[in-house]
C-alpha cells in the first residue's frame, strides 16, 4: 500500500472514530434531557468534512454515523434501517461540491452554508424517505417531523463547517493539501 492508500485510511478510520465518540458524548447527555424532540449529531458535519476530503467516500461515514445513531439509541433494525440508508441522502451535495468546485465552497463562507444545507436536506429526505417506505404513513407528516428534530443538527453544522474551513487542513481536499504541504517543504528547504 503506498503512503496516500495508508494516509487516506488512516485519516478515513481516525474520522470515523471520533464520529462514533461524539455521537456516544450526545447520547449520554441525551439521557440527561429524555423526552427532547430535538436532535443533535454530529454525522453530518463529519460527513461533510469527509466528502471535501475525499469525495464520495464520505458516503461511508454518513452509513457508519447512522448504524451508530441507530444503535446508541436502541432502535433496532427498523431505525438501523432509516438512518443507515436515510443518510445515503447526503450524496445530493456531492455533485453541487463538484460542479462549484471544493476550493470555492471552502473559500466562501455562503457555499459553505450553502453545502451544508443541500447535504442537510438530502439526508433528512433520505431518513423520511427511507421511514416512508418502511412504514407507510402521511410523507408529508414523516418529512415535517425529521425537519423538526434534525434543526439543532443542522445549526451546530453550519457552525462546524464555517470554523472547520478556516482550520489549516481540515475543510481541503486532501490530495491537494498534500501537495501544498509539499510544495511548502520545498520551498523552505531552499
Not at 447520547?27 to 454530529?42: A, D, M, N
Not at 459553505?112 to 418502511?134: D, E, I, P, Q
Request: with cysteine.
Amino acid at each position: 500500500m503506498n503512503s496516500l492508500a495508508r494516509y487516506k485510511c488512516i485519516d478515513l478510520a481516525v474520522l470515523a472514530l471520533i464520529m462514533c465518540f461524539l455521537e456516544g458524548l450526545i447520547s449520554f447527555g441525551r439521557g440527561i434531557f429524555p423526552g427532547e424532540v430535538y436532535v443533535l449529531s454530529v454525522v453530518l458535519p463529519v460527513s461533510l468534512i469527509v466528502i471535501m476530503r475525499w469525495g464520495w467516500l464520505g458516503l461511508l461515514h454518513a452509513a457508519i454515523g447512522g448504524a451508530a445513531y441507530a444503535a446508541l439509541y436502541g432502535s433496532g433494525v427498523r431505525h438501523l434501517l432509516i438512518y443507515t440508508l436515510g443518510n445515503l441522502g447526503i450524496a445530493v451535495c456531492v455533485p453541487l461540491l463538484l460542479k462549484i468546485g471544493k476550493e470555492k465552497v471552502r473559500g466562501s463562507a455562503p457555499l459553505t452554508v450553502l453545502y451544508v444545507s443541500t447535504g442537510w436536506f438530502g439526508m433528512v429526505t433520505g431518513r423520511a424517505m427511507a421511514a416512508f417506505a418502511r412504514d407507510g404513513g402521511a410523507l408529508l407528516d414523516i418529512t415535517r417531523r425529521f425537519y423538526g428534530a434534525e434543526a439543532l443538527s443542522f445549526i451546530a453544522a453550519i457552525i462546524i463547517l464555517l470554523i472547520a474551513r478556516r482550520q489549516n487542513g481540515v475543510f481541503e481536499d486532501q490530495r491537494r493539501y498534500l501537495l501544498r504541504l509539499e510544495g511548502e517543504k520545498r520551498n523552505d528547504g531552499r
